[in-house]
């Protein structure tokens, strides 16, 4: 103990050895100028990534078929939006690691009305042809028993028929083609960005209801599929392009690639994986910063000397050999 | 201490003791030193300070693109460059950090009552994470439509997604301009000082005899 504190004593007191002149002023300002000189050649050589943003006229105008079933999983209430839970709704509880809900607990702040915010809305605040205005008026004053009975019968159809509303037989599905075929038209057109982020308003600044919408279709997905920025191929560090991404989330990414945080099946890690992984990720970091506290962590410099390779010059010159 | 000019009674005032404080811990001298002990002969010391100048040229692109706005760079060939210049910067800066914090850790340069210089180091590390990723998230293009829905699950699950949320810009755009820079700042100044304040750790192998961290 005696000879921790003498050590100790020794690290904390100020340098009492040989020193060397340094100019601590000359070598940030030349830290500067050449960083600064390395940041613009790369700037000018590769420029950086900017791949243009998707849009709902875009995924209308492509997939048509996409958007219009997504539609309907919106006024059905079968999108992943529509049972997503807190923050959004109650419609689940969200994740939990074992007796902590915090998802839930937290609560519904950011309430979002999937079928009438995503769908409804939209369609009021539209320009509407007699039919279209009819199908929603019809809607409106529906029950919604009866909403969700049209919309559910709706959905499943066009599950049956592969996704294409195209081929789906008869059946009585009320006022729901009308108004999917509706919103299809408007999304095209380029109107329901700005009627899903301003809902009406002059002034918004939160595009929540528009990615969830994107979400909860194929559109945005099969396009991070196409730029390998899925969460199961490291997609979390990748960037647009042949470019460097957040690299230093590897801590993060590095979980969901390997079981059972991949499999969504399992539970109840893997179903609760984003949970699941926020809290090693918190752990791992705690253990990092907490470092100097922690026995046998604080050791390791000690047991793998990599501090002989940086203060090789000094042993050498002070003849020190290596302590055990 | 109390200088010439003081009575004991002024001593006392906040004032006086806070400067004697600094006086006392930080001189000039070791504010901006121009000796260094001999053993910081390494290249491996030059990272913090790159670290530092990376950011000071963050800072300076980050203002330009402040004041031009969110949209300005997908449309003009010269806020283009301007934003290279940020994203180019940003990865220089977190190879630096990453460097001078592995550097560190290899040093164990927590010893010494060190402790909280290093936790410093790993909170600015961690503040500088969420700078970067709400700055990917206010790119405006597809990259970032796609983390805000991506991240959103993560702080949801959690239930830190009630007040932070990936999807609203607005929130986000005011927390990578004006807050995180700021605590970015403040924790960057309190460890840069500290390191001052205290030098730069001696070898492990420094103190014959000794065999503990």
Do not use: C
């Not at chain 1, 605040?125 to 007699?130: D, F, K």
């Not at chain 1, 907490?290 to 000397?305: A, Q, V």
């Not at chain 2, 003791?17 to 390494?42: E, F, G, M």
């Amino acid at each position: 103990m005696k000879t921790q504190s003498v050590k100790q004593e020794f690290d904390a007191a100020p340098w009492a050895g040989r020193v060397r002149k340094y100019d601590i002023v000359k070598e940030a300002t030349i830290a500067f100028v050449i960083v600064s000189m390395l940041v613009v050649l790369l700037s000018l050589i590769f420029s950086s990534p900017d791949d243009k943003q998707l849009t709902f006229r875009g995924w209308a105008q492509t997939n048509p078929t996409d958007f219009y079933a997504t539609t309907v999983k919106e006024l059905s209430g079968t999108s992943e939006s529509a049972g997503y839970g807190p923050p959004y709704n109650n419609a689940s509880s969200g994740l939990n690691i074992g007796p902590l809900w915090l998802q839930k607990w937290a609560g519904v702040t950011h309430p979002v009305d999937v079928p009438n915010d995503l769908v409804v809305t939209p369609l009021s605040l539209s320009v509407l042809s007699a039919n279209e205005t009819s199908a929603l008026d019809t809607w409106k004053s529906a029950s919604a028993d009866q909403q969700t009975t049209w919309a559910t019968t709706y959905d499943t159809a066009i599950t049956d028929a592969n996704g294409d509303y195209t081929v789906v037989p008869a059946g009585d599905y009320g006022p729901v083609p009308a108004l999917a075929n509706a919103l299809t038209n408007i999304a095209a057109k380029g109107s329901l960005d700005a009627l899903l982020l301003a809902g009406g308003n002059f002034y918004s600044t939160d595009n929540t209801k528009q990615i969830l919408f994107f979400g909860d279709g194929a559109y945005l997905s099969d396009a991070a599929t196409a730029a390998n920025l899925q969460g199961n191929t490291w997609g979390m560090m990748n960037e647009t392009g042949r470019y460097p991404g957040q690299a230093w989330l590897w801590l993060y990414s590095i979980w969901y690639q390997v079981p059972p945080f991949t499999n969504e099946a399992s539970a109840p890690v893997g179903s609760n994986a984003d949970a699941y992984v926020m809290f090693v990720v918190l752990g791992l970091t705690a253990g990092l910063m907490f470092t100097p506290l922690i026995p046998g962590l604080r050791s390791i410099p000690r047991i793998i000397p990599l501090h002989r390779k940086i203060w090789k010059s000094y042993y050498a010159e002070e003849n020190i050999k290596r302590r055990k | 201490m109390i200088t010439e000019t003081q009575t004991p009674e002024d001593s006392k005032m906040w004032t006086a003791r806070l400067r004697n404080s600094w006086q006392r811990n930080l001189p000039i001298d070791k504010l901006l030193p121009d000796t260094q002990p001999a053993y910081v002969a390494s290249w491996i010391y030059v990272f913090g300070v790159l670290t530092l100048v990376a950011f000071v040229d963050i800072l300076i692109s980050g203002l330009i693109l402040a004041f031009a706005g969110p949209a300005w760079y997908h449309t003009s060939s010269l806020g283009l460059f301007v934003n290279s210049l940020h994203f180019w910067g940003v990865q220089l800066f977190f190879v630096f950090m990453v460097v001078h914090l592995w550097g560190k850790f290899w040093m164990a340069a927590w010893r010494g009552r060190r402790t909280a210089t290093w936790i410093t180091g790993m909170v600015a590390f961690l503040a500088s994470i969420g700078t970067a990723f709400t700055g990917y998230l206010i790119q405006t293009n597809f990259d970032a439509q796609w983390i805000a829905f991506e991240a959103k699950d993560g702080f949801n699950a959690v239930g830190v997604g009630a007040f932070f949320t990936p999807t609203n810009i607005g929130q986000i755009m005011l927390i990578h301009v004006a807050l995180l820079p700021l605590v970015l700042g403040v924790i960057t100044v309190m460890h840069v000082l500290m390191v001052r304040k205290r030098g730069v750790v001696p070898p492990i192998d420094a103190l014959p005899g000794n065999e503990a961290l």
